[in-house]
């Protein structure tokens, strides 16, 4: 079976012509709003969307802090993560991605629209300075999506062990952090199927500097990963109750 991912590359061949215009409007934030340059990436989730018979379903929104930065921490399940984030977070975020994966066409202009952080995982030093830039651009207001996980690892929806370094620039920031249920994302790009798929996005209630400050971050990751492995459970076990997972503080 032909793979959707390829399946929307071919469909949207007649919309080549944005990669050029999100590349200058990423090199021209001085023309262009940062909410502009989010809407021209909004534009291109949803050019996917359709011929890849996706939908997603957002929830929680309401838990999203209404003022000042954050850090959001999702399960990692594919190539679409972000992508289902982005579409349900109306406010501009931007993402922190492998820097070996972040520089083929589409890929680079889509995350320079959003003036995206790579981060080289082999590299110590350069990781520890792109986390300082995102503690400092989280305490101007910024929101980032982070992928504790550090990769996708194909289990579907289940974790894996979520990593501490991940949540080091929310911790010097002093920022909350927002931890992000993803559910059937995997199904999106990663299976050679061209059936309509649903995803869900749960925000759940953040973690504010006053629930983790004496918490190291062993301890924060430990925790953010229990809260979306109790909502995937609940989902594998046919228990989960949209209105109600986002309300609870467990």
């Known amino acids: 079976m032909f793979s959707r991912f390829y399946h929307v590359i071919l469909r949207n061949l007649h919309h080549i012509y944005m990669i050029p ?12 709003s940062e909410q502009q340059r989010y809407e021209k990436d909004l534009l291109c989730i949803k050019r996917m969307c ?7 379903e957002g929830y929680g929104m309401e838990n999203l802090p209404k003022e000042g930065g954050y850090i959001l921490t999702p399960n990692h399940q594919g190539k679409y993560d972000a992508l289902s984030i982005m579409i349900t977070h109306k406010a501009p975020c931007s993402i922190v991605m ?4 972040s520089n083929v066409p589409l890929t680079k202009q889509f995350l320079d629209l959003v003036q995206g952080k790579r981060m080289d995982t082999n590299d110590v030093r ?21 992928f504790p996980e550090g990769g996708y690892f194909h289990n579907g929806n289940d974790t894996t062990v979520f990593k501490p370094g991940a949540f080091k620039s929310a911790v010097w920031a002093k920022c909350p952090i927002v931890p992000v249920v993803l559910i059937n994302s ?8 061209l059936k309509p798929v649903k995803t869900f996005v749960y925000y759940l ?30 989902y594998k076990a046919g228990t989960l109750i949209p209105e109600n997972v986002c309300q609870t503080e467990s």
């Open 126 to 146: 350069q990781s520890m300075k792109i986390i300082k830039e995102m503690s400092e651009e989280a305490k101007q207001g910024r929101k980032f999506i982070i």
């Open 50 to 56: 359709k011929p890849g018979h996706i939908t997603t």
């Open 186 to 193: 995997y199904m999106c790009f990663e299976y050679h199927s």
């Open 21 to 32: 215009q999100m590349g200058y409007m990423a090199k021209h934030p001085e023309k262009y």
């Open 98 to 101: 492998d820097k070996e994966k």
């Open 205 to 234: 209630k953040p973690l504010y500097y006053e629930d983790y400050k004496d918490m190291n971050t062993t301890e924060i990751a430990d925790l953010v990963q229990g809260k979306i492995q109790s909502v995937l459970d609940s």
